[in-house]
């Protein structure tokens, strides 16, 4: 795992805890922010899949050539 990966993992750590504390307190404006950063976590971890997964697509192809 790279730090970007780790990144985005722990985005989506903080805004999960984030966003259940917030449910608690019923702080419906903190929940959307939160919320906002554990979407971002998550696409970022997509985004890391799909770079990976272009880079070994890329590699089969070099070592297939």
């Known amino acids: 795992m790279d ?3 780790a990144k985005s993992k722990l ?3 903080v805004g ?3 966003r259940q504390v917030e ?3 019923e702080e419906a404006k903190d929940q959307v922010e939160d919320a906002a950063q554990q979407v971002k976590g ?3 971890q997509a985004w890391d899949k799909m770079k ?3 880079r ?3 590699e089969k192809v070099t ?3």
């Open 3 to 5: 730090k970007r990966q």
């Open 52 to 54: 990976d997964a272009g």
């Open 11 to 13: 985005d989506h750590a």
């Open 16 to 18: 999960r805890a984030k």
């Open 42 to 44: 998550k696409a970022e």
């Open 23 to 25: 449910e608690w307190a």
């Open 56 to 58: 070994e697509a890329r």
């Open 63 to 65: 070592r297939g050539a």
